[in-house]
């Protein structure tokens, strides 16, 4: 049986990205390029880019075109680990864009989930963290003025968890709940994906030893970017 044409575009690409012809980040030739290239309809071409999207081996970049994808992000779900962590295992550089910063009052959410009373003051910080060149995350981070007082907007261009230890804090567990959302325009804009795109949403709170929790977090990840790994153990 013949093998269909998106197929066998899909197929040849796999075979270039595998031999190394088309390396991570490489701009992959346009859909009017690869339409003439194998004389198909640009809905062929699509139906293999989407393929290739699904199976992680390319990823679209708004605006710009379809890259080469990077090695996924292992995003261990049983245990604390800082995104910086994240990116040294995929040897990918850190970059955070600091979009929000500033002090607000505790609504009912926020003091719930903080150990607060409602209109305690809490810092709330939205940023996008970059791994190399790609926006992977949006975050929304809030913070207990109480416990930061002082605190910087500055930090925030570096690793949060690395800031409270080296404030003598020993960060001890977190509550999450992970859920596949779509994008709002806002977050699709800043992460450079489509509006109908899903993301994995994180809604994390991360504890002291002595069991307060020091921050509330809710995190848009880019789904073609990351992958979850969690280890079970039979009861």
């Not at 393929?51 to 081996?57: A, D, M, R, S, W």
Request: net charge positive; proline share 2%.
């Amino acid at each position: 049986m013949d093998v269909p044409v998106y197929q066998k575009i899909e197929n040849e690409i796999k075979e270039s990205i595998r031999l190394g012809k088309l390396k991570s980040g490489d701009l992959l030739p346009s859909e009017n390029v690869l339409k003439e290239q194998y004389n198909v309809s640009r809905m062929t071409v699509r139906q293999a880019l989407n393929n290739l999207v699904n199976e992680g081996y390319v990823y679209r970049h708004k605006g710009k075109g379809t890259f080469v994808q990077q090695q996924k992000i292992d995003k261990l779900i049983h245990g604390v680990r800082s995104f910086t962590e994240e990116m040294m295992s995929t040897n990918r550089t850190v970059k955070n864009k600091i979009i929000r910063f500033e002090v607000i009052q505790a609504n009912s959410e926020l003091a719930e989930k903080l150990f607060l009373q409602e209109g305690d003051e809490v810092f709330a910080i939205e940023r996008v963290r970059y791994g190399g060149e790609i926006p992977v995350l949006f975050e929304e981070l809030f913070v207990p003025k109480q416990i930061f007082r002082n605190l910087e907007k500055d930090v925030f261009k570096g690793s949060f968890y690395k800031f409270v230890e080296s404030q003598n804090y020993k960060i001890s567990h977190c509550i999450q709940i992970i859920e596949v959302k779509k994008a709002d325009e806002k977050k699709a804009d800043y992460l450079k994906i489509e509006k109908s795109d899903s993301v994995l949403k994180i809604t994390r709170n991360t504890f002291l030893n002595n069991g307060r929790p020091f921050e509330y977090v809710r995190s848009s990840y880019r789904a073609d970017q990351y992958r979850f790994i969690q280890y079970a153990f039979k009861g």
